[in-house]
């Protein structure tokens, strides 16, 4: 299944709730549909969209079942379930490739443990007084380019550089093809500052046999100029900046912005270059239909921008700053995760139930790994489901944030792992990169709030949502910081948004839903 990446949901709904959407088979459309999303329900708010498809629930393969069969499943997972979620366009570009969806191939296990596929890298050079700081090395019985003398401290080696590594591209063209005194001229000819994509020996293991390794694989960790993601909520006067298109730079610009508006508060900067609204790509799109697009986004919306710096670089190396943002969605801790967990939750009833639990609540631990590791161990019982905690070194990263022995483990970075085996379990801690949280609740207020049948989430933390989102085939390597900054589109006060199905789920004879 390599190139499609499903999204993986948790889902949590409060007792006789629902999760917000309708499961829907309909006649012309193959797959599990999502429809009729609920405005503001958990479906929403955790980044479910009209029209895709459920790929596996609670990590059982779902495709192939019949519509009945899902539904019982999801109906009959509880309060929380697990989804693996593929969006129209790749579900059907998948089916017409042929693409077995049910094949894991795409996320590699070592050892019983999940790691990210490797990914070729981005490097910006830029020359100093002493040169660019590396040789370029070819064998007569190997094929391919090399980095070799890397200075270190060099030009090359602060750029990400590594000895051995393979030259594949020089500013966006390829030179496999090429004589080693022709990729020298084309050095030669760069100037001061040249993009390099490179594939150090792991990465063209990986891909040898399966297909070509192109700039659309690559990570932008190395560069030094990042796009920046702009969130923003539309103040009485709009977003407070207008959008231009430019008679000598190709694109839609930034313009204008009012001072105390949500976009100077958020930081965007006159002459910024829009490369997408809400997630999509606007390059194509004619300034009437990226105004359109901002408009219909409502009271929020989230732009990906780039300044004159970054936009340079990403054009000398021919690739799209999107990567930036894929890269970024596809991390160990999406945007959607973080925002959802401070997203306010439609209702929040102050139930009898949350009353009478209000003494026993679990225990969110966030901690971050030192030379020691977490310093805890994590116990299981073969052949029975639940993980407790053991060994918590005194003094250590766990022991620093509550952790104690015997606390039973609820989730792992948002994810509920009640259900989940020893092995995924591990595998979503290592995963985590250099920091991990926790939600734990010690044995004696487990067992009590499992016998009242209260589910535990953060809810009975007092936070203000109950949405677990993470992304699958999550990289290890650690993210950019996110910028929440913000724009002006002169909208009218949008009434409440209806959530409407496509035109293929109108009540009909020809398609099967069901509330969920």
Request: proline share 4%.
């Amino acid at each position: 299944m390599a190139g499609y990446k499903p999204r993986v949901i948790s889902l949590t709904k409060r007792p006789g709730h629902t999760f917000g959407f309708y499961l829907r088979v309909e006649q012309g459309e193959e797959g599990h549909l999502i429809r009729c999303l609920e405005m503001g329900g958990p479906a929403e708010l955790a980044g479910m969209k009209d029209g895709d498809r459920i790929l596996r629930v609670s990590g059982t393969f779902v495709d192939g079942l019949s519509h009945s069969e899902v539904v019982d499943m999801v109906r009959n997972g509880g309060a929380s379930v697990t989804f693996h979620i593929l969006d129209e366009a790749s579900y059907k570009q998948a089916k017409a490739q042929g693409v077995n969806l049910s094949d894991p191939q795409s996320t590699p296990v070592a050892n019983g443990v999940a790691i990210q596929a490797p990914k070729p890298k981005l490097c910006y050079l830029v020359k100093s007084s002493t040169g660019f700081g590396f040789s370029l090395r070819s064998d007569k019985d190997k094929e391919g380019f090399f980095m070799t003398e890397v200075i270190p401290g060099g030009m090359a080696d602060r750029a990400g550089v590594k000895i051995n590594d393979r030259l594949l591209e020089v500013n966006g063209e390829s030179v496999e093809s090429s004589t080693h005194d022709q990729v020298v001229d084309k050095i030669k000819l760069a100037g001061s500052r040249m993009m390099f994509l490179l594939a150090d020996e792991e990465t063209e293991k990986y891909y040898k046999n399966k297909h070509k390794i192109g700039a659309w694989l690559a990570t932008t960790k190395y560069l030094p100029h990042k796009p920046r993601v702009v969130d923003m909520t539309k103040g009485p006067d709009g977003y407070g900046f207008l959008l231009r298109e430019d008679p000598i730079r190709t694109g839609h610009f930034i313009k204008d912005i009012d001072w105390g508006s949500p976009a100077e508060k958020e930081g965007l900067k006159e002459m910024d270059r829009l490369v997408a609204v809400d997630g999509n790509e606007v390059d194509c799109c004619s300034h009437e239909e990226v105004v359109d697009r901002i408009r219909e986004s409502g009271n929020k919306c989230c732009l990906l921008v780039v300044d004159k710096d970054t936009d340079k670089m990403y054009k000398q190396g021919k690739v799209s700053p999107m990567l930036f943002w894929d890269e970024m969605n596809d991390s160990n801790s999406p945007p959607s995760y973080t925002e959802a967990l401070n997203l306010p939750a439609p209702v929040r009833p102050s139930t009898a139930v949350q009353k009478r639990e209000e003494g026993f609540k679990p225990k969110l631990c966030k901690m971050e790994t030192t030379s020691a590791g977490y310093g805890f161990h994590l116990n299981g019982i073969q052949g029975e489901s639940g993980h407790y905690i053991k060994e918590v070194v005194k003094g250590g990263a766990a022991d620093r944030v509550g952790l104690e022995d015997e606390d039973i483990v609820v989730e792992v970075n948002g994810v509920n792992v009640e259900q989940s085996s020893h092995e995924e379990v591990v595998a979503l801690i290592r995963s985590s990169g250099s920091s991990l949280e926790m939600l734990v609740a010690k044995k004696s207020v487990y067992d009590q709030l499992k016998t009242k049948g209260v589910t535990i989430t953060r809810l009975l933390l007092g936070e203000t949502s109950y949405i677990q989102v993470h992304a699958v085939d999550t990289p290890k390597a650690s993210r950019e910081e996110r910028h929440e900054e913000g724009a002006r589109t002169e909208t009218p006060t949008e009434p409440a948004r209806e959530r409407t199905s496509s035109a293929s789920s109108s009540a009909s004879q020809s398609s099967v839903d069901e509330r969920l």
